[in-house]
């Protein structure tokens, strides 16, 4: 397969120096030249044509359909199944159904729908019915008269007690079926039915919608776009706003999955792939979890409709409505009238061989064309009039944005022809579009509950709920990239599939700015790895008032403790005390300390103390006790810690937990304590090992006693009711539940209470996983 970045430095070898200084040197107004200059010197060049040739021709391609190939996959599948392999078969009936060719037909019954039928067969198997159910009626999508498929959806129907509707559907395919062992076979199924459930008359049930909708009440809040004295534009709001109110939903411009979701997760809603996944009907690439949303990516499929012109049986006119309500449901919805974002990108190699920010880019030029199609109008590349940072960039970057859009738009122009005009101004404005993706786009990040079940011992099976946090996409939204960042937010992102939901975390007043977190927080790093992070990502220097006003999270996090043992002050090292000595140095950052802002007491006395000798000689030096001056040489302390640190880690990647390792690692978390402040997060995470390892050995009581150490240390690095000490809760609460303990209540309680407030009413969407969540223990 051709990889991305091998292409992007062979091209880049080609270029000459005196092209690579001026693209170094560009800026928004030069980059018309620049991107003609570096396009005329390519379009020279035969490896280029090549490289295009490879990337953007379906005669190239890797994901292009096999009839051979599904046929040997199918047949494997068999042979699975008859052996009762059935997880196995399950997978050879999916890799079939991602090559099987929409169109073609073997021994009278289409691929595609006997492959279906094949696989609801192992799905009843397995236990899955309702998926089942779903490959039935994909089934009898392609071909309404295919005797099987009714079948089949008779027994999915009878598995999961729809007697009525079974009752139905074997009575179509007896009438479908034409051999006289289908149709005993049928029969036989008839009769257990009707015997068993001792009636006749079912009424059909109404087929059921196993899509939930949720809904959250937005809130009818004004809100407005201004400028910003630091920060360009930001969002605030005309009226206060109640802490959990939502604020903002909005569905993206744009959006792909991640590279390592692939796989795993529906290319359109993002959610986690079922069994019975749906493959793009023309491409080997596209995956998806239903075929409504198949469709939204790919566009309404004319051809898989046109075996519907089946063969007319003489059914009842009951089984006629039957057949019909069967068939309009499984339809619904499928008129969409949103573009297709797939559609451009399928049986090509370029969406799989090029990084995703540039397939974003792709499918929000691809947007703007068809819309400009449907308006009539010439094609320009779009202008989302976002900020960018392209005069922030380094010069490889700059370079790697020419070269990335000159590929990018002769691979579209494969598809959309002279609506992609490629000059020095449409290559330069697709070089900005991709400096705004940059900037602009958001992780889609979604919660997959991960439990660890430990295994069985004679001390019992012993969980801890973890949330863990998948980056399932990329998108572009166009109204959420008008929020700015602040390492401590007031308002709180998250997404359900697609949709992005912005909720207040705290009582905002009117006026005041909304700001979201791009990822990081006080209380996750120091200042100093908060401000290298955004400049590395975003090119952008922090200043909200977590970077820019004293705090105690960022003089603690990292810091050490004091040589007298009775004194609890901050000793920094050189790194942090430099940021530290900024935010109390008026003239430095030009914000002077607002000591009676500050929330704790602990900070109150460093700053106090600090104002008082600010107009001194005394300064944040590094090494030297911020509350009584005592001295301590941190270069041996380091050593010892890190020491440390690797004995506690590597608890848990030893097999098997022996006795004297754990009494090792406690040792080492008394080293790192008497070395480390009380509230560095090193300590946090040493006692999250330690409260892992207990409970991995059936040790629940000393679990949760980490557990609860490791919390309170985060509490004072996040806050109270941060939602990551919501997360943290979980765990314990986990703890707490498998040793039967009273406590549990008040986890709950304080779970539910964080939770509320970042996620309202969506958190049962969000973690159905949860137990803690309901009242049930
Ligand atoms: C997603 S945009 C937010 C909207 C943007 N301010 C605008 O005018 O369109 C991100 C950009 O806003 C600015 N920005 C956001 N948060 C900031 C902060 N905390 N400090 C400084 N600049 C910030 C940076 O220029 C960053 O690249």
């Given at each position: 397969?051709?990889?991305?970045?091998?292409?992007?430095?062979?091209l880049?070898?080609?270029?000459?120096?005196?092209?690579?200084?001026?693209?170094?040197?560009?800026?928004?107004?030069?980059l018309?030249?620049?991107?003609?200059?570096?396009?005329?010197?390519?379009?020279?060049?035969?490896?280029?044509?090549?490289?295009?040739?490879?990337?953007?021709?379906?005669?190239?391609?890797?994901?292009?359909?096999?009839?051979?190939?599904?046929?040997e996959?199918?047949?494997k599948?068999?042979?699975?199944?008859?052996?009762?392999?059935n997880?196995?078969?399950?997978?050879?009936y999916?890799?079939?159904?991602?090559?099987?060719?929409r169109?073609?037909?073997?021994?009278?019954?289409?691929?595609?729908?006997?492959?279906?039928?094949?696989?609801?067969?192992?799905?009843?198997?397995?236990?899955?019915?309702?998926?089942s159910?779903?490959?039935?009626?994909?089934?009898?999508?392609?071909?309404?008269?295919?005797?099987?498929a009714?079948?089949?959806?008779?027994?999915?129907?009878t598995?999961?007690?729809?007697?009525?509707?079974?009752?139905?559907?074997?009575?179509?395919?007896?009438?479908?079926?034409?051999?006289?062992?289908?149709?005993?076979?049928?029969?036989?199924?008839?009769?257990?039915?009707?015997?068993?459930?001792n009636?006749?008359?079912?009424?059909?049930?109404?087929?059921?919608?196993?899509?939930?909708?949720?809904?959250?009440?937005?809130q009818?809040?004004?809100?407005?776009?201004?400028?910003?004295?630091?920060?360009?534009?930001?969002?605030?709001?005309?009226?206060?706003?109640?802490?959990?109110?939502?604020?903002?939903?909005?569905?993206?411009?744009?959006?792909?999955?991640?590279?390592?979701?692939?796989?795993?997760?529906?290319?359109?809603?993002?959610?986690?792939?079922?069994?019975?996944?749906?493959?793009?009907?023309?491409?080997?690439?596209?995956?998806?979890c239903?075929?409504?949303c198949?469709?939204?990516?790919?566009?309404?499929?004319?051809?898989?409709?046109?075996?519907?012109?089946?063969?007319?049986?003489?059914?009842?006119?009951?089984?006629?409505?039957?057949?019909?309500?069967?068939?309009k449901?499984?339809?619904?919805?499928?008129?969409?009238?949103?573009?297709?974002?797939?559609?451009?990108?399928?049986?090509?190699?370029?969406?799989a061989?090029?990084?995703?920010?540039i397939?974003?880019?792709?499918?929000?030029?691809?947007?703007?064309?068809?819309?400009?199609?449907?308006?009539?109008?010439?094609?320009?590349?779009?202008?989302?009039?976002?900020?960018?940072?392209?005069?922030?960039?380094?010069?490889?970057?700059?370079?790697?944005?020419?070269?990335?859009?000159?590929?990018?738009?002769?691979?579209?122009?494969?598809?959309?022809?002279?609506?992609i005009?490629?000059?020095?101004?449409?290559?330069?404005q697709?070089?900005?579009?991709?400096?705004?993706?940059?900037?602009?786009?958001?992780?889609?990040?979604l919660?997959?509950?991960?439990?660890?079940?430990?295994?069985p011992?004679?001390?019992?099976?012993?969980?801890t709920?973890?949330?863990?946090?998948?980056?399932?996409?990329?998108?572009?939204?166009?109204?959420?990239?008008?929020?700015?960042?602040?390492?401590?937010?007031?308002i709180?992102?998250?997404?359900l599939?697609?949709?992005?939901?912005?909720?207040?975390?705290?009582?905002?007043?009117?006026?005041?700015?909304?700001?979201?977190?791009?990822?990081?927080?006080?209380?996750?790093?120091?200042?100093?790895?908060?401000?290298?992070?955004?400049?590395?990502?975003?090119?952008?220097?922090?200043?909200?008032?977590?970077?820019?006003?004293?705090?105690?999270?960022?003089?603690?996090?990292?810091?050490?403790?004091?040589?007298?043992?009775n004194?609890?002050?901050?000793?920094l090292?050189?790194?942090?005390?430099?940021?530290?000595?900024?935010?109390?140095n008026?003239?430095?950052?030009g914000?002077?300390?607002?000591?009676?802002?500050?929330?704790?007491?602990?900070?109150?006395?460093?700053?106090?103390?600090?104002?008082e000798?600010?107009?001194?000689?005394?300064?944040?030096?590094?090494?030297?006790?911020?509350?009584?001056?005592?001295?301590?040489?941190?270069?041996?302390?380091?050593?010892?810690?890190?020491?440390?640190?690797?004995?506690?880690?590597?608890?848990?990647?030893s097999?098997?937990?022996?006795?004297?390792?754990l009494?090792?690692?406690?040792?080492s978390?008394?080293?790192?304590?008497?070395?480390?402040?009380?509230y560095?997060?090193r300590?946090?995470?040493?006692?999250?090992?330690?409260?892992?390892?207990?409970?991995?050995?059936?040790?629940?009581?000393?679990?949760?006693?980490?557990?609860?150490?490791?919390?309170?240390?985060?509490?004072?690095?996040?806050?109270?009711?941060?939602?990551?000490?919501?997360?943290?809760?979980?765990?314990?609460?986990?703890?707490?539940?498998?040793?039967?303990?009273?406590?549990?209540?008040?986890?709950?309680?304080?779970?539910?209470?964080?939770?509320?407030?970042?996620?309202?009413?969506?958190?049962?969407?969000?973690?159905?996983?949860?137990?803690?969540?309901?009242?049930?223990?």
């Amino acid at each position: 397969m051709v990889q991305s970045c091998l292409l992007m430095e062979k091209l880049k070898s080609a270029i000459s120096q005196t092209l690579i200084l001026s693209i170094s040197q560009s800026n928004p107004q030069t980059l018309p030249n620049t991107c003609s200059s570096l396009h005329h010197f390519f379009n020279q060049l035969p490896q280029f044509h090549q490289m295009i040739e490879d990337l953007a021709h379906t005669n190239t391609s890797l994901f292009l359909k096999n009839k051979e190939s599904a046929s040997e996959f199918k047949l494997k599948g068999n042979s699975c199944f008859s052996n009762g392999e059935n997880s196995t078969a399950l997978r050879f009936y999916t890799q079939a159904l991602r090559v099987a060719p929409r169109d073609v037909d073997v021994m009278g019954k289409n691929l595609v729908a006997t492959l279906y039928v094949n696989r609801a067969a192992v799905l009843q198997k397995m236990g899955l019915f309702l998926e089942s159910l779903r490959d039935c009626n994909r089934a009898i999508a392609i071909c309404r008269s295919y005797s099987k498929a009714w079948y089949r959806r008779g027994k999915a129907n009878t598995s999961m007690g729809n007697y009525a509707d079974a009752v139905c559907d074997l009575k179509v395919s007896l009438c479908m079926e034409r051999s006289i062992s289908g149709k005993k076979q049928i029969e036989g199924e008839l009769k257990l039915i009707l015997g068993q459930n001792n009636r006749e008359d079912f009424t059909p049930d109404v087929i059921k919608c196993n899509e939930t909708d949720i809904h959250d009440q937005l809130q009818e809040i004004q809100l407005q776009c201004v400028e910003t004295e630091t920060k360009g534009r930001g969002m605030v709001s005309l009226t206060d706003i109640p802490q959990a109110t939502l604020l903002h939903a909005e569905e993206p411009y744009a959006a792909i999955v991640s590279k390592n979701c692939r796989e795993t997760h529906c290319h359109f809603c993002f959610k986690e792939l079922p069994a019975d996944i749906v493959p793009c009907p023309s491409c080997s690439m596209a995956l998806y979890c239903s075929q409504l949303c198949q469709i939204h990516a790919r566009g309404q499929d004319q051809q898989f409709h046109t075996n519907n012109h089946d063969i007319s049986f003489d059914l009842s006119s009951d089984l006629e409505n039957y057949v019909a309500s069967v068939t309009k449901a499984i339809f619904d919805g499928v008129n969409i009238k949103q573009n297709a974002e797939h559609k451009h990108e399928c049986g090509v190699n370029w969406p799989a061989a090029l990084p995703a920010e540039i397939v974003l880019a792709g499918r929000v030029i691809a947007k703007s064309i068809e819309q400009n199609r449907h308006l009539g109008e010439s094609s320009t590349i779009v202008n989302l009039e976002l900020c960018h940072n392209y005069l922030q960039l380094d010069p490889e970057a700059k370079l790697e944005l020419h070269i990335s859009s000159i590929v990018l738009l002769k691979c579209l122009h494969h598809y959309y022809g002279y609506d992609i005009p490629l000059h020095g101004d449409t290559i330069s404005q697709c070089v900005l579009l991709l400096s705004q993706i940059k900037v602009n786009s958001m992780a889609i990040v979604l919660m997959r509950s991960a439990d660890s079940v430990d295994p069985p011992s004679s001390a019992g099976n012993h969980t801890t709920s973890t949330v863990e946090q998948v980056r399932v996409g990329q998108a572009i939204y166009l109204a959420g990239s008008l929020y700015n960042h602040s390492c401590k937010p007031n308002i709180h992102t998250y997404f359900l599939s697609r949709t992005l939901y912005i909720r207040a975390i705290d009582f905002v007043a009117a006026g005041h700015p909304l700001e979201l977190s791009y990822g990081p927080q006080v209380g996750q790093w120091s200042c100093n790895q908060r401000q290298s992070s955004l400049k590395e990502q975003y090119a952008f220097v922090c200043s909200c008032t977590g970077c820019s006003q004293l705090n105690l999270s960022d003089l603690v996090i990292n810091s050490f403790r004091c040589l007298n043992r009775n004194c609890l002050g901050v000793v920094l090292d050189s790194s942090v005390a430099s940021y530290e000595q900024n935010k109390v140095n008026p003239f430095s950052c030009g914000l002077p300390l607002q000591v009676g802002r500050l929330k704790h007491d602990e900070v109150k006395r460093v700053a106090s103390f600090l104002c008082e000798e600010t107009a001194s000689t005394h300064r944040i030096e590094p090494g030297f006790c911020m509350s009584c001056g005592a001295f301590r040489v941190l270069e041996a302390s380091n050593a010892a810690v890190k020491k440390a640190e690797i004995c506690i880690e590597g608890l848990l990647d030893s097999g098997e937990l022996l006795t004297a390792t754990l009494s090792n690692a406690l040792k080492s978390l008394d080293l790192l304590k008497s070395a480390l402040h009380p509230y560095n997060k090193r300590v946090a995470e040493a006692e999250d090992y330690l409260a892992q390892a207990f409970c991995l050995i059936g040790e629940l009581q000393r679990s949760g006693d980490h557990c609860q150490a490791s919390i309170k240390i985060l509490e004072k690095l996040y806050g109270d009711d941060h939602i990551v000490i919501g997360n943290e809760m979980v765990k314990l609460a986990s703890i707490q539940l498998s040793l039967g303990e009273q406590d549990v209540e008040e986890s709950r309680n304080r779970i539910n209470m964080i939770f509320s407030r970042h996620y309202g009413s969506h958190v049962d969407a969000i973690f159905p996983h949860h137990r803690f969540l309901k009242r049930v223990v």
